[in-house]
C-alpha cells in the first residue's frame, strides 16, 4: 500500500491536483441545477454499464434533452446511430428512468449519508448496480463512495493491496470499498478524489 500511497500524494502536489480540482467542482454543480441535470447524469451513469466513459460523454453531449422526450424506438435509433453498444437495453432503462425524473433533489435530501442514498438508486433504477450508482452520486456532488470495476482492481491488485476476485459481486465490492476507504483517509481525500487520482495513474486522464 505504501507505494501507492506514495505516487497519490505525488499526484496531489503536482499540477494534477488542478484538474481534479477543477473537476470536482464542476461536477458538484451538477447536483445544484436541478432535477432535470440531475436526469440527465443518471442516463449517463446508465450508458456507462460496461462501456467506454469517454464515449458515453460524447453521446450524452449529442443527445441532450433527447433523454427526456424521445421515444424507447426513437432513443434506441440514436444511440445506435452514435455507435453505443447496448441501444435497446439503455434505451429501455432510460425511459423506465423517467419516472424518477420530477422527485431526483427530493430524494437526494432525504437521506442523510451517501450510501444510503446509493441504496436507494441501486433499487429503484434498472441497470444502476453499485458501480453505477456511485458514478452517478459522484457525477452530481457527492463524494463517499467508491466507484469499483476492473481498471481498479488492478491497480490494487497490481500493488498487491487485494487479491484478485473471481466476481466483483455486492460482498467483494463493499470489501475492497472498505480498503479504498482507507487509503483515501490516509491520503486525507474523499472516495470520489481518490477514483480520480487512480484513474489517473491508469489512463493518465481526469474523466468524469
Known sequence: ??????LVSHLKNSDVKKRVDSRMKELST???NGNISI??????????????????IIIQEKIGDGFLSLSEIDLAT?????????PNVRAKYIVEARKHKDILSN?????????????WFERKV?????????HFLRNIGYSDCAIIDFHIIDILVRYKIIKKPK??????YLRIEKTLKTIANKLNITLAELDFYLWYLETGKVLK
Open 1 to 6: 500500500m505504501e507505494k501507492l500511497l506514495e
Open 30 to 32: 451538477n447536483g445544484k
Open 39 to 56: 436526469f440527465k447524469e443518471l442516463c449517463f451513469c446508465l450508458m456507462t454499464a460496461n462501456y467506454d466513459a469517454q464515449k458515453a
Open 78 to 86: 440514436k444511440l445506435k446511430k452514435l455507435g453505443y453498444r447496448y
Open 107 to 119: 430524494i437526494l435530501q432525504t437521506y442523510e449519508s451517501d450510501k444510503e442514498r446509493r441504496e
Open 126 to 134: 434498472k441497470g444502476l448496480g453499485l458501480k453505477e450508482s456511485s
Open 167 to 172: 466476481t466483483l459481486n455486492r460482498k467483494n
